[in-house]
T-cell receptor
């Protein structure tokens, strides 16, 4: 696609529910990142995918968080048993190896 | 461990002024440095990327410089406009991982 696409743009859920956030990177980009940004805060790294290599999951805050990338393209970030502290904007970015990083508009998650 | 600092945290200037935003980093072993802007409630927009072998990059009214030896990059904005108001972030790439500054919130007063 022309840019990084994320869905949904907004998600309101109840505490304890599971949510899935989707990222469709720029076509041909080998690297895909997930970040989290809480209100008024900086970017928090979550997970990184590069080609067929094992992902770097070092930023995932708990085992309730998981992500996969199918066919080296679309990625899904899953949060199980959501908590109020999970409320944030989840940003996806992609790049071709070490070339410029491009971001999607983000998915705003609100956990009630 | 790489650390990235952006000073000032906030800046307010009248429209039309030229201004400089600063980004400093502690480890000079980098692949590149990228500047972004973020508008409220939006994702990040890439502005400029400087490879480690480069000294500067220009795009329109923006000019970014890189001095690896001193661990500094600057983003120069010429003839600032109210539409330039945003938070500006720099990110340093050591390998695949990017280390982010906390950003400079820029307000251009009409």
């Amino acid at each position: 696609g022309a840019g990084v696409s994320q869905s949904p743009s907004n998600k309101v859920t109840e505490k304890g529910k599971d949510v899935e956030l989707r990222c469709d990177p720029i076509s041909g980009h080998t690297a895909l990142y997930w970040y989290r940004q809480s209100l008024g805060q900086g970017l928090e790294f979550l997970i990184y995918f590069q080609g067929n290599s094992a992902p770097d999951k070092s930023g995932l805050p708990s085992d309730r968080f998981s992500a996969e990338r199918t066919g080296g393209s679309v990625s899904t970030l899953t949060i199980q048993r959501t908590q109020q502290e999970d409320s944030a904007v989840y940003l996806c970015a992609s790049s071709l190896d070490l070339h410029p990083l491009f971001f999607g508009e983000g998915s705003r998650l609100t956990v009630l | 461990k790489q650390e990235v600092t952006q000073i000032p945290a906030a800046l307010s200037v009248p429209e039309g002024e030229n201004l400089v935003l600063n980004c400093s980093f502690t480890d000079s072993a980098i692949y590149n440095l990228q500047w972004f802007r973020q508008d409220p409630g939006k994702g990040l927009t890439s502005l400029l990327l400087i490879q480690s072998s480069q000294r500067e990059q220009t795009s329109g009214r923006l000019n970014a410089s890189l001095d690896k030896s001193s661990g500094r990059s600057t983003l120069y904005i010429a003839a600032s406009q109210p539409g330039d108001s945003a938070t500006y972030l720099c990110a340093v790439r050591g390998n695949y991982q990017l280390i982010w500054g906390a950003g400079t919130k820029l307000i251009i007063k009409p």
